[in-house]
């Protein structure tokens, strides 16, 4: 069975908490002992707590620790919103989380998941700005990814009327961290050019589209080779399309000898150090992300180190010397730590404005079942996706391959050993003779192997 299947296949509920089991014994002692005349205490009557489906985090790590669990649904707190979950967002930052490689994660278990939006189902104390109804788009810390979410009031959006739930994930997250680093940090201005990591990622579609808006831009885009011919056919309007993992900084001084105006780097590690030096006077590069930590599966401390090493170190004096500046910008920092929600708001404004004008059509790669959010997760992690990647809650999950029934194989088993027992020890030595006469030999070695096992191994 595949990481995903074994993923997909633990929509299980979770296991009673002790103290669930205790009320189910309390139950059982009230009716065991009544009368049958007497009515059960009413607290023994008490609903069991609804339930939804949510994609829980285990454990740090694969795919395995993504499970999705039934959860009890949230209550709403003083300042909060419940809102029923049509579309999630899917961000390089929740592969990050699953490994553990952010800093502060929450303890496991808990519901990945920073963006969603639905329809608002309670409105808690001192709500003012929604009702009931409304439909919105959020940006909760975690929890995102379940069947219903309580949210801080101030990390909600009400949607405009033509803005989908599918558009509003497409949209937010994306375009509002695209909008910052090109409007309000890079300063983005008529005839300059731009350096854009990942470019044919979620972000990375969202700063083409919007920095397309100004004029006489020239986009310099770098991504993996199997992008580019997707990227032609949805006519993004790169100017130079670069390959990942090719001398791209030589490619940029073919075209352009100075060099660009701005460089947005999510990769981190020595893409920092060649951003910086194509650089031209009074050009600006911006820090965003730190994908290049992400290697394998799980979390490297290797990767992490290698980094942080990777990243000269530069003097002020320097930058003064050199007209240029640095500077960097971390979303969930500023929302959640920085009191940055309502600057974050109003971007998500200025966004919606842009899409409701028809100035930005954001791009859409795929859309998953929660159940299938392992599938999702694997496409992003092998550079496949090109433009957003969404779960949608209401979508069925993929039927997965048959596997044999485990009963069946036991049994299986237990005939043919038992049949292996019976048969006489001459007949044993007759067959073996046989087999060998057949078995050809492929490169030297005894062809004994399964031919997938062949197949594989000549591939
Ligand atoms: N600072 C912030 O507030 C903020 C907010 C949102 C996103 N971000 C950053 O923006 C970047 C893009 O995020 P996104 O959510 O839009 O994702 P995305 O670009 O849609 O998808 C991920 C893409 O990243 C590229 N990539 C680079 N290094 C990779 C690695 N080690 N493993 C797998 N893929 C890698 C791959 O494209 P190629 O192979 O084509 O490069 C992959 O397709 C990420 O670095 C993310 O952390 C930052």
Not at 354 to 372: G, N, V
Request: glycine share 8%; proline share 5%.
């Amino acid at each position: 069975m595949s990481e995903q299947e074994a993923v997909a296949n633990n929509a299980v509920e979770e296991p009673k908490t002790e103290k669930a089991e205790n009320a189910v014994e309390e139950t059982k002692e009230v009716k065991e002992n009544g009368t049958g005349e007497v009515e059960p205490v009413a607290e023994t009557e008490k609903e069991a707590p609804k339930e939804m489906r949510a994609v829980v985090l285990t454990g740090f790590g694969g795919l395995k620790s993504v499970k999705i669990l039934k959860k009890p649904e949230p209550s709403v707190n003083e300042g909060e919103v419940l809102i029923r979950v049509k579309a999630c967002g899917l961000n390089f930052q929740d592969l990050m989380v699953r490994q553990g490689a952010i800093d502060s994660p929450p303890k496991c278990p808990f519901i990945l998941g920073f963006e969603c939006a639905g329809e608002i189902e309670q409105v808690g104390e001192g709500v003012e700005d929604f009702a009931i109804g409304d439909q919105v788009v959020a940006l909760p810390e975690y929890r995102a990814w379940a069947e219903l979410v309580s949210v801080p009031a101030k990390y909600v959006y009400k949607l405009p009327k033509d803005v989908s739930h599918l558009d509003a994930v497409t949209i937010t997250m994306n375009y509002t961290v695209a909008y910052i680093l090109l409007f309000e940090l890079s300063g983005l201005t008529q005839g300059k050019s731009i350096l854009v990591h990942s470019v044919g990622g979620g972000v990375g579609q969202a700063i083409v589209q919007l920095a397309k808006t100004v004029p006489d831009v020239t986009i310099f885009g770098v991504c993996s080779k199997g992008k580019h011919e997707a990227l032609k056919t949805a006519e993004s309007p790169i100017d130079h399309l670069l390959e990942r993992g090719s001398d791209y900084a030589s490619e940029i001084r073919k075209v352009s000898p100075d060099g660009v105006d701005i460089v947005l780097d999510c990769l981190c590690g020595e893409e920092c150090n060649k951003g910086y030096t194509l650089l031209k006077p009074m050009g600006r590069y911006i820090l965003y992300g730190s994908s290049n930590v992400v290697t394998g599966e799980t979390k490297s401390f290797f990767s992490a180190a290698r980094s942080w090493w990777q990243v000269d170190k530069i003097s002020p004096l320097k930058l003064f010397d050199e007209n240029r500046t640095l500077s960097g910008f971390n979303l969930r920092r500023l929302m959640y730590q920085q009191h940055g929600d309502e600057y974050v708001k109003q971007t998500v404004q200025k966004v919606f404005s842009l899409f409701q004008e028809k100035k930005i059509k954001p791009l859409l790669d795929s859309t998953w079942a929660l159940e299938d959010v392992a599938e999702a997760m694997q496409k992003m992690h092998d550079r496949k996706n090109v433009g957003k990647v969404i779960l949608d809650p209401s979508l069925e999950p993929k039927p997965k391959p048959a596997t044999p029934a485990k009963g069946k194989n036991k049994e299986d088993k237990k005939k043919q050993s038992s049949e292996e027992k019976k048969e006489p020890e001459e007949k044993k030595e007759e067959n073996a003779k046989e087999e060998k006469k057949e078995e050809p030999v492929v490169n030297g070695d005894s062809a004994g192997d399964s031919p997938d096992s062949k197949k594989e191994a000549s591939s």
